[in-house]
């Protein structure tokens, strides 16, 4: 994923921003995740009388406190890889402004 975010380029500015850029990505996939996980945890424990519609609005009631402080984490995940993916663009417009080789 950073050499996709960087461009192949070798410069070491740019390959700090894409690394970390690529890192908060996963991060993100990784909350994300960890959310659906806790909703079907939830949901299987519920029973299986209830419809699909009450098994999910159980499932996230009883999972709301952990669910509230993933989406917290979520948000401020997305804050940073927003700034980050903002660094990056400006590192590899000053390294184009220098006609630096991006390769």
Do not use: W
């Not at 990505?25 to 959310?35: D, E, H, P």
């Amino acid at each position: 994923m950073t050499d996709t975010f960087s461009r192949g380029s070798r410069n070491p500015e740019i390959l700090r921003a894409a690394e970390h850029l690529a890192d908060l990505q996963l991060t993100l996939v990784s909350i994300r995740r960890a959310k659906a996980s806790l909703i079907n945890s939830s949901m299987s424990s519920e029973g299986s009388e209830l419809s699909l519609e009450s098994l999910e609005g159980n499932a996230i009631a009883n999972s709301l406190e952990k669910l509230a402080t993933l989406d917290t984490y979520e948000r401020r995940t997305l804050s940073r890889r927003r700034k980050s993916g903002f660094a990056l663009l400006l590192a590899l417009e000053q390294a184009s402004k220098r006609n630096e080789s991006l390769v």
